[in-house]
Protein backbone atom coordinates (compact mmCIF):
# COMPACT_ATOMS: atom_id res chain seq x y z
CA UNK A 1 0.00 0.00 0.00
CA UNK A 2 0.87 3.40 -0.56
CA UNK A 3 0.00 6.71 0.93
CA UNK A 4 0.06 10.21 -1.31
CA UNK A 5 0.58 13.86 -0.87
CA UNK A 6 0.60 16.64 -3.29
CA UNK A 7 1.82 20.01 -2.76
CA UNK A 8 2.68 22.74 -4.96
CA UNK A 9 -0.43 24.29 -6.08
CA UNK A 10 -1.84 27.97 -6.16
CA UNK A 11 -2.49 30.60 -7.97
CA UNK A 12 -0.79 31.70 -10.91
CA UNK A 13 -1.13 34.36 -14.38
CA UNK A 14 -1.63 32.63 -17.31
CA UNK A 15 1.55 32.20 -18.86
CA UNK A 16 3.00 31.13 -15.63
CA UNK A 17 4.67 27.44 -14.50
CA UNK A 18 4.31 25.58 -11.58
CA UNK A 19 5.53 22.44 -10.11
CA UNK A 20 3.82 20.06 -8.22
CA UNK A 21 5.15 17.31 -6.42
CA UNK A 22 3.58 14.36 -4.87
CA UNK A 23 5.30 12.25 -2.05
CA UNK A 24 4.65 8.85 -1.32
CA UNK A 25 4.92 6.92 1.70
CA UNK A 26 5.00 3.22 1.94
CA UNK A 27 7.02 0.34 0.53
CA UNK A 28 8.23 -0.65 -3.22
CA UNK A 29 7.75 2.87 -4.47
CA UNK A 30 9.04 2.08 -7.42
CA UNK A 31 7.46 -0.76 -7.52
CA UNK A 32 4.34 1.58 -8.49
CA UNK A 33 3.25 3.59 -12.21
CA UNK A 34 2.52 6.78 -11.14
CA UNK A 35 0.07 9.50 -12.81
CA UNK A 36 -1.57 13.12 -12.65
CA UNK A 37 -5.21 13.47 -12.73
CA UNK A 38 -7.24 16.80 -12.65
CA UNK A 39 -10.59 17.91 -11.87
CA UNK A 40 -12.53 21.05 -12.38
CA UNK A 41 -16.06 21.95 -11.18
CA UNK A 42 -18.66 20.09 -12.35
CA UNK A 43 -16.75 17.75 -14.44
CA UNK A 44 -15.07 14.03 -14.26
CA UNK A 45 -11.79 14.08 -13.42
CA UNK A 46 -9.53 13.88 -16.83
CA UNK A 47 -6.47 12.26 -17.09
CA UNK A 48 -3.19 14.43 -17.32
CA UNK A 49 0.01 12.39 -17.31
CA UNK A 50 1.66 8.86 -16.79
CA UNK A 51 5.16 8.03 -15.76
CA UNK A 52 6.06 4.82 -15.45
CA UNK A 53 8.15 3.05 -12.56
CA UNK A 54 11.77 3.66 -14.14
CA UNK A 55 10.77 7.21 -15.36
CA UNK A 56 11.54 5.70 -18.70
CA UNK A 57 8.04 5.83 -20.43
CA UNK A 58 5.90 9.00 -20.00
CA UNK A 59 2.46 9.70 -21.46
CA UNK A 60 0.38 13.29 -21.68
CA UNK A 61 -3.07 13.65 -22.27
CA UNK A 62 -3.20 15.92 -25.70
CA UNK A 63 -4.51 19.31 -23.71
CA UNK A 64 -1.38 19.60 -22.10
CA UNK A 65 0.98 18.05 -23.95
CA UNK A 66 4.25 20.17 -24.71
CA UNK A 67 3.38 22.11 -21.80
CA UNK A 68 3.61 19.99 -18.89
CA UNK A 69 6.59 17.18 -17.98
CA UNK A 70 6.14 14.82 -15.58
CA UNK A 71 9.15 13.26 -14.00
CA UNK A 72 10.48 10.85 -10.83
CA UNK A 73 13.05 10.24 -8.53
CA UNK A 74 12.42 6.84 -6.57
CA UNK A 75 15.46 8.02 -4.19
CA UNK A 76 13.25 10.28 -2.81
CA UNK A 77 9.72 8.46 -3.70
CA UNK A 78 8.43 11.87 -5.15
CA UNK A 79 6.80 12.25 -8.73
CA UNK A 80 6.53 15.91 -10.22
CA UNK A 81 4.67 17.99 -12.74
CA UNK A 82 6.12 20.59 -14.34
CA UNK A 83 3.61 23.05 -15.34
CA UNK A 84 4.74 26.22 -17.99
CA UNK A 85 2.67 27.96 -20.21
CA UNK A 86 -0.28 27.88 -17.91
CA UNK A 87 -3.76 28.54 -18.86
CA UNK A 88 -6.82 29.60 -17.31
CA UNK A 89 -8.88 26.01 -18.55
CA UNK A 90 -5.94 24.01 -16.37
CA UNK A 91 -7.59 25.26 -13.53
CA UNK A 92 -8.60 22.54 -11.68
CA UNK A 93 -8.04 20.42 -8.22
CA UNK A 94 -4.18 18.21 -9.20
CA UNK A 95 -4.67 14.88 -8.13
CA UNK A 96 -1.53 11.94 -7.68
CA UNK A 97 -2.30 8.63 -8.25
CA UNK A 98 -0.62 5.86 -8.39
CA UNK A 99 -0.92 1.75 -9.22
CA UNK A 100 1.41 -1.11 -8.68
CA UNK A 101 3.17 -2.27 -12.22
CA UNK A 102 5.95 -2.24 -13.92
CA UNK A 103 3.99 -2.49 -17.57
CA UNK A 104 4.17 0.23 -20.26
CA UNK A 105 0.69 0.01 -21.08
CA UNK A 106 -0.99 3.62 -20.40
CA UNK A 107 -4.26 3.73 -18.09
CA UNK A 108 -5.90 7.33 -18.58
CA UNK A 109 -9.31 6.19 -16.91
CA UNK A 110 -8.77 7.17 -13.39
CA UNK A 111 -11.17 3.78 -12.83
CA UNK A 112 -7.65 2.10 -13.43
CA UNK A 113 -6.14 3.67 -10.52
CA UNK A 114 -6.18 2.60 -6.94
CA UNK A 115 -3.81 5.24 -4.70
CA UNK A 116 -5.13 8.93 -4.84
CA UNK A 117 -3.62 11.50 -2.81
CA UNK A 118 -5.89 14.72 -1.46
CA UNK A 119 -5.26 17.28 -4.13
CA UNK A 120 -3.88 20.49 -4.57
CA UNK A 121 -5.70 23.63 -6.25
CA UNK A 122 -4.06 24.95 -9.18
CA UNK A 123 -5.66 28.38 -10.32
CA UNK A 124 -4.64 30.20 -13.15
CA UNK A 125 -6.08 33.35 -13.82
CA UNK A 126 -6.62 35.22 -17.11
Known amino acids: QVQLVESGGGLVQAGGSLRLSCAAT????????MGWFRQAPGKEREFVAQ????????YYADSVKGRFTISRDNAKNTVYLQMNSLKPEDTAVYYC???????????????????WGQGTQVTVSS
Open 97 to 115: AAELGRGTSYYTNHRSWSY
Open 26 to 33: GRSFSSYR
Open 51 to 58: INWSGGST
